[in-house]
């Protein structure tokens, strides 16, 4: 997509770094946001100021967790305060060179932060982890043979590659490399090089010595760029990458990998709708079945993984076309509401186009004018909704969309909500991770496994201490 003609006038922007507690300022390199192609310039990387040696044990190994949650919460109250200025600066930067409006990203901040709350935090590691001790400390273990042992969540050193289509991910992301007591480097995207440099100076603004600030790192690099890559993502100084982003990223990654150096990965997902005959028992329900599926598809402005873009309606082709009319209508008052209009791409622009003449094959409800458009078709459509497009597939059971389910399927949104337990064993053999009630796709209890894993408990390097058997001998004090 090209830049609108009024941010192509608008001044270079500058990204700064933050290594270990030190803000890095600088124009050595100049990149194009990923969405836009707005400029950015940012400061040449030091590999000796982002990598913590070996040698040292992480600053945060003996910090309480207790204490590290304290300073995450006030990090949260301190980032969306009216004074903090690096939020604030993050915020007009961000207005230049990301894709959704600064209202809409300034929503979605707020949002995140809210994460930043002790009993979520708490939530989050007690399911993470049987016996959070193991983060504190060697937690003592017996066996049947009565072979003793202790065990300890030790801290990790991770490279976090970051999207840029939320936030949420840098506070998440921060969050959980601090409460793992983690060495963290974060390689922010092109489409948002200024959240976690805000987030991060932030916490330095409240203790500039706080051990958390020490222990993370965050810089921009064009991903691909071997003479940094090949430094970096060595074993001998990071022992996981966590990935997140597009296949491209992804395999990109990949080729790195090898004893002691691992990949978390949330890869690319989609989400979709399953909505039963149910919806059309009367005109209520099948308001209420519309205006739920819209909420899904709206989620971010459909920039998320969660938001729904196939919507499988059980049902005639004229109840379909009912149920796409109503949709239609409900994602382009909620488009309206949002305030972000922004024409599609020109393929996908062109490809609805097409449809539109091929009446015969498709119903097309709107226009591909980022007002919102629904397409009605027996099969998906074989391109990647986004920007308020919804793909409306008929079916003639719900059965017969379980069929395109496939380990890339993240959320699955339900209607009606008593068939779920109908439904939750198949979707889950074909690889779908999460299934929720219709309308329900933003929001996730809190601590449940996301994509289909419970990230803290893979983040960590677990370490055994084998003590053999069972002896009169009390245990070592340091151990205990």
Request: charge should be negative; proline fraction near 7%; aromatic fraction near 8%.
């Amino acid at each position: 997509m090209s830049a609108p003609a009024d941010l192509a006038q608008t001044p270079v922007v500058a990204a700064p770094f933050f290594a270990r507690g030190v803000v890095i300022e600088g124009r050595d390199a100049t990149h194009k946001s990923r969405d836009l192609g707005v400029t950015f310039t940012t400061p040449k990387i030091d590999m000796n100021q982002v990598v913590h040696p070996r040698t040292e044990v992480p600053p945060l190994l003996n910090v309480k967790l207790a204490e590290i949650i304290d300073f995450l919460v006030e990090t949260g109250q301190k980032m969306m305060a009216p004074d903090n200025p690096y939020m604030q600066e993050c915020f007009d930067r961000m207005a230049a060179t990301h894709i959704l409006p600064r209202g809409v990203v300034e929503n979605t901040a707020r949002h995140a932060v809210s994460y930043l709350n002790k009993n979520i935090l708490m939530a989050e590691v007690e399911q993470n982890f049987p016996d959070p001790r193991a983060l504190d400390g060697w937690v003592p273990k017996q066996d049947f043979t009565g072979r003793r042992s202790f065990v300890r969540a030790f801290a990790p050193r991770l490279i976090h590659v970051l999207p840029g289509n939320s936030p949420g991910v840098a506070v998440k992301s921060v969050a959980q490399g601090a409460m793992v007591k983690g060495i963290n480097l974060f390689k922010m995207s092109s489409a948002d090089p200024f959240t976690m440099v805000a987030i991060l100076r932030t916490m330095a603004m409240i203790d500039p010595g706080h051990p958390i600030v020490k222990s993370m790192s965050a810089v921009y690099w064009r991903g691909g760029d071997a003479g940094i890559e090949q430094v970096l993502y060595r074993p001998q100084y990071f022992d996981k990458i966590v990935a997140w982003g597009g296949g491209d990223a992804i395999n990109n990654v990949i080729k790195y990998l090898g004893p002691g150096f691992q990949l978390v990965s949330f890869d690319p997902k989609t989400s979709i709708s399953m909505v039963g005959a149910e919806a059309f028992a009367s005109e209520e329900s099948l308001e209420l079945a519309a205006d739920l599926a819209s909420a899904d598809v709206m989620t971010l402005n459909q920039e998320a993984c969660v938001a729904s873009r196939f919507q499988f309606v059980e049902g005639s082709q004229a109840q379909a076309d009912k149920f796409c009319a109503a949709l239609h209508r409900r994602i382009a008052a909620r488009a309206a509401a949002s305030g972000d209009v922004r024409p599609l791409d020109m393929d996908l622009r062109e490809q609805i186009e097409t449809m539109m003449m091929m009446d015969d094959e498709y119903g097309v409800w709107g226009k591909p004018d980022g007002r919102g458009v629904v397409i009605r078709s027996e099969e998906p459509v074989d391109f990647h909704p986004i920007n308020k497009t919804a793909n409306v597939v008929r079916v003639d059971s719900l059965d017969d969309a379980v069929k395109y389910i496939n380990v890339a399927t993240q959320t699955v949104g339900f209607y009606p909500f008593g068939r779920m337990a109908d439904y939750r064993d198949r979707l889950a053999s074909g690889g779908a991770q999460r299934i929720v009630h219709l309308g329900e796709a933003g929001p996730s209890t809190i601590g449940n496994p996301h994509d289909a894993m419970y990230p803290m408990h893979r983040f960590v390097h677990w370490m055994a201490h084998e003590d053999g058997r069972v002896s009169p001998d009390p245990a070592p004090a340091s151990l205990a």
